[in-house]
């Protein structure tokens, strides 16, 4: 029950939330406009910058071979005002474009995982992370929304994953798999595996997306499945995809669960917790742990000194996330449970996202028919930046299996 304190708490963080989402935007658009009549002078010093970093800014494509196209001239004013958040809005709205987002995107994480500090220099990054970090919006009681893009529709989706299980995770490519749809394949036979399904088990599947690994363990190993996902268009997708599986699809918070469960698997799900909760989740996962139960996670980790998330991401695409530091994840997992093995896949994950780029670029005319080319510019973007992230090392993907505290036996080591 709630007390007087926690209701006081609550309703500071969400006069918090409603001022800096009403006030932020309105300090980013003076700035813009303090900012905008001093173009002349940006304009050469921002152009002097990149070439500085092997980035050729022009305002002409053709001919140019250039990295940066600006197409609208309010481009400076705009990106010294609001900085990386700016920069990718921008792109969404064609104030630039690049023949080649790829390897741009390559140059700028090579300059700033060389000079990590100037990321934070600027006071719009300290807006987003007191607005994004700190704030707990992930907190009980919170009106808690499903990320924009989960609610596109599914034939959205279809163009870029497997299609037959929808995945939308990293794939496990080192069984020998030579495409998208093998490689989700040999992720779900590894999780499998690493968790020892056997039938007559039951298993939660805690953000369960479109329900394509309930459907796989529940039809290939014969355990009974219950797939959790916030987002009501998923939770209906999945449904239907589940249909004749003994698979149960619920629309829950992982807050409202209960029961017990012999195997639990949180896929790329821990990130939308916030750090703030971690306790709590990790404290709600040991108690859904029947004796001798095991929880898999497939987990994103970043270095401790770079940024733990992108305003981009939290504003358009995923709703509220935030990416751990390993110890961010030890510590309070620790707590209530023990961990039993880990394994790195950032390998993988860097084979996963060349698929999504290669799928948005090759279906870019199917994706702009059904969601519009703003929605398409976003995804493009979106998947550029892990992809870059990920050659340098400072995003990086794990799958690590936890067990009881009270647990002793071994667990078997599945590659």
Same mark, same amino acid.
């Given at each position: 029950?709630?007390?007087?304190?926690?209701?006081?708490?609550?309703?500071?963080?969400?006069?918090?939330?409603?001022?800096?989402?009403?006030?932020?935007?309105?300090?980013?658009?003076?700035?813009?406009?303090?900012?905008?009549?001093?173009?002349?002078?940006?304009?050469?010093?921002?152009?002097?910058?990149?070439?500085?970093?092997?980035?050729?800014?022009?305002?002409?494509?053709?001919?140019?071979?250039?990295?940066?196209?600006?197409?609208?001239?309010?481009?400076?004013?705009?990106?010294?005002?609001?900085?990386?958040?700016?920069?990718?809005?921008?792109?969404?709205?064609?104030?630039?474009?690049?023949?080649?987002?790829?390897?741009?995107?390559?140059?700028?994480?090579?300059?700033?995982?060389?000079?990590?500090?100037?990321? /934070?220099?600027?006071?719009?990054?300290?807006?987003?992370?007191?607005?994004?970090?700190?704030?707990?919006?992930?907190?009980?009681?919170?009106?808690?929304?499903?990320?924009?893009?989960?609610?596109?529709?599914?034939?959205?989706?279809?163009?870029?994953?497997?299609?037959?299980?929808?995945?939308?995770?990293?794939?496990?490519?080192?069984?020998?798999?030579?495409?998208?749809?093998?490689?989700?394949?040999? =992720?779900?036979?590894?999780?499998?595996?690493?968790?020892?399904? =056997?039938?007559?088990?039951?298993?939660?599947?805690?953000?369960?997306?479109?329900?394509?690994?309930?459907?796989?363990?529940?039809? !290939?190993?014969?355990?009974?499945?219950?797939?959790?996902?916030?987002?009501?268009?998923?939770?209906?997708?999945?449904? =239907?995809?589940?249909?004749?599986?003994?698979?149960?699809?619920?629309?829950?918070?992982?807050?409202?669960?209960?029961? =017990?469960?012999?195997?639990?698997?949180?896929?790329?799900?821990?990130?939308?917790?916030?750090?703030?909760?971690?306790?709590?989740?990790?404290?709600?996962?040991?108690?859904?742990? !029947?004796?001798?139960?095991?929880?898999?996670?497939?987990?994103?980790?970043?270095?401790?000194?770079?940024?733990?998330?992108?305003?981009?991401?939290?504003?358009?695409?995923?709703?509220?996330?935030?990416?751990?530091?390993?110890?961010?994840?030890?510590?309070?997992?620790?707590?209530?449970?023990?961990?039993?093995?880990?394994?790195?896949?950032?390998?993988?994950?860097?084979?996963?996202?060349?698929?999504?780029?290669?799928?948005?670029? !090759?279906?870019?005319?199917?994706?702009?028919?059904?969601?519009?080319? /703003?929605?398409?510019?976003?995804?493009?973007?979106?998947?550029?930046?892990?992809?870059?992230?990920? /050659?340098?090392?400072?995003?990086?993907?794990?799958?690590?299996?936890?067990?009881?505290?009270?647990? /002793?036996?071994?667990?078997?080591?599945?590659?």
């Amino acid at each position: 029950m709630a007390t007087m304190q926690d209701t006081v708490y609550d309703g500071l963080i969400t006069l918090f939330v409603y001022l800096f989402d009403t006030l932020i935007p309105i300090f980013r658009k003076i700035r813009f406009f303090i900012l905008l009549p001093f173009t002349p002078i940006l304009k050469p010093i921002t152009d002097y910058l990149f070439a500085s970093i092997g980035i050729k800014v022009s305002s002409e494509m053709k001919g140019s071979h250039a990295d940066i196209c600006v197409l609208d001239k309010r481009f400076y004013a705009r990106l010294w005002s609001d900085q990386e958040l700016g920069f990718q809005e921008m792109y969404v709205e064609e104030w630039w474009t690049t023949e080649n987002m790829d390897a741009l995107y390559e140059k700028i994480v090579a300059f700033f995982e060389k000079n990590r500090w100037i990321a /934070k220099a600027h006071i719009a990054y300290w807006e987003a992370q007191f607005r994004w970090a700190l704030l707990n919006t992930g907190r009980e009681g919170h009106n808690f929304s499903a990320p924009p893009e989960y609610d596109l529709p599914p034939a959205y989706f279809k163009l870029m994953t497997d299609k037959e299980h929808m995945q939308l995770s990293a794939g496990y490519y080192a069984y020998g798999a030579t495409n998208y749809a093998e490689a989700q394949v040999g =992720k779900l036979t590894l999780i499998a595996a690493k968790l020892g399904l =056997k039938a007559g088990m039951t298993l939660l599947d805690l953000g369960c997306g479109y329900g394509g690994l309930s459907k796989f363990m529940a039809d !290939n190993y014969g355990v009974t499945v219950v797939g959790v996902t916030v987002c009501g268009t998923m939770a209906k997708q999945a449904r =239907k995809h589940c249909s004749g599986s003994n698979v149960t699809i619920k629309k829950h918070h992982w807050r409202k669960l209960g029961g =017990k469960f012999d195997r639990i698997t949180v896929i790329e799900m821990l990130e939308h917790v916030g750090k703030q909760n971690y306790d709590e989740f990790f404290r709600k996962i040991e108690s859904l742990l !029947n004796p001798g139960g095991q929880v898999l996670f497939q987990h994103y980790v970043t270095d401790h000194n770079v940024p733990h998330f992108s305003e981009f991401y939290c504003k358009y695409q995923f709703g509220q996330v935030y990416f751990p530091s390993f110890h961010e994840f030890v510590e309070p997992s620790s707590k209530y449970l023990r961990i039993a093995n880990t394994q790195d896949l950032t390998i993988d994950a860097s084979l996963t996202c060349q698929h999504y780029l290669d799928m948005v670029d !090759n279906n870019r005319a199917e994706m702009e028919a059904l969601v519009g080319p /703003k929605v398409w510019r976003a995804l493009r973007i979106t998947y550029a930046i892990p992809f870059a992230h990920g /050659k340098f090392g400072t995003l990086m993907i794990y799958q690590t299996v936890l067990v009881r505290k009270d647990e /002793k036996s071994r667990v078997p080591l599945a590659q």
